[in-house]
């Protein structure tokens, strides 16, 4: 027995153990888990949390952002340009 025949009972099985795995102890941690919320989701943050540092780091983040930005439209045109040259073919000799 091989091909796709198999998977029919490979799949019976995994789905029988995850029922019986996620209906017990683990099941249940893992439910928790993902009920529980941070206590300061609905209010102010803890007072361990310092705004102005925090603030300054994203503004720090915000300006690395912008010089970042700026050197990306600076390659893409000289990486547009140098297709466009390509593109374009060797000029041909004037003669005067």
């Known amino acids: 027995m091989s091909g796709p025949e198999v998977l029919i009972p490979i799949t019976f099985f995994v789905s029988a153990a995850a029922a019986i795995i996620f209906r017990g102890p683990m099941g249940k941690a893992i439910a928790e ?10 209010g102010p943050p ?20 912008a010089e970042l930005e700026e050197r990306q439209d600076f390659t893409e045109r000289l990486l547009a340009q140098q297709r466009e040259r390509s593109a374009l073919g060797p000029g041909a000799a004037r003669e005067e």
Do not use: N
């Open 33 to 42: 888990a993902i009920r529980r919320v941070p206590p300061w989701a609905d």
């Open 46 to 65: 803890p007072p361990d949390v310092d705004a102005e540092r925090i603030s300054a780091e994203l503004e720090t983040l915000r300006q690395r952002m």
